[in-house]
């Protein structure tokens, strides 16, 4: 697609539930990232990837939170035991190795029952 | 550490208004400024942004001022309309590292 592709759009899950999110970053896009946006707030970075070096995995709140891109490109947001205050929007947004534009999806809203 | 700082957090302003946003950053090293627009429901999308060798860049209605020697710079909409009123993000980085954002303002322009 031409755009950051994330799935599911919408996810409802259990306390206590692991939960998957994807990202489909723009194709060539050396660079993603991960933000959480709680209602009504600013976006909090989670985590980046730059093609093959080491995340910047500063972000993450706690080791319950975990990511990994396959062969430099789809990501995968996995919120292990999941907790009430886990519920916001999950961004994932992409960038051109020599580029600073970034570029969002549309998120994938997370609530947690 | 937070490393941009945005005022206000939420603004009102008129249809036909000027609508200001302010930010300021720590980092003399960050050398790309970028404003981004949210709506809801949607993913924040660039709207204009700046670099620290010019002081101005306008595009319509909107316009960036820089100001190095202070570390800020904002964001001014000229006639604001209500289909400006969305939550607006400025953000700073250096190179092509990952983008710092501000905590973002609301900007509400009543009819």
């Known amino acids: 697609g031409a755009g950051v592709s994330q799935s599911p759009s919408n996810k409802v899950t259990e306390k206590g539930k692991d939960v998957e999110l994807r990202c489909d970053p723009i194709s060539g896009h050396t660079a993603l990232y991960w933000y959480r946006q709680s209602l009504g707030q600013g976006l909090e970075f989670l985590i980046y990837?730059?093609?093959?070096?080491?995340?910047?995995k500063s972000g993450l709140p706690s080791d319950r939170f975990s990511a990994e891109r396959t062969g430099g490109s789809v990501s995968t947001l996995t919120i292990q035991r999941t907790q009430q205050e886990d519920s916001a929007v999950y961004l994932c947004a992409s960038s051109p190795r020599n580029g600073n534009t970034i570029y969002f999806g549309e998120g994938s809203w997370l609530t947690v029952v | 550490q937070q490393q941009v700082k945005q005022s206000p957090q939420s603004l009102i302003v008129q249809k036909g208004g000027i609508s200001i946003i302010n930010c300021a950053y720590e980092n003399t090293a960050f050398d790309y400024f970028p404003w981004y627009q949210q709506f809801p429901g949607k993913g924040p999308a660039l709207l204009i942004a700046i670099r620290p060798d010019v002081s101005e860049k306008k595009e319509g209605r909107f316009t960036i001022s820089f100001n190095k020697s202070a570390k800020q710079f904002s964001l001014h909409i000229m006639d604001s309309q209500p289909g400006d009123s969305a939550t607006y993000f400025c953000a700073a980085s250096e190179g092509f590292q990952k983008l710092v954002f501000g905590t973002g303002t609301r900007l509400l322009v009543s009819p």
């Open positions: 990837f730059q093609g093959n070096s080491a995340p910047d």
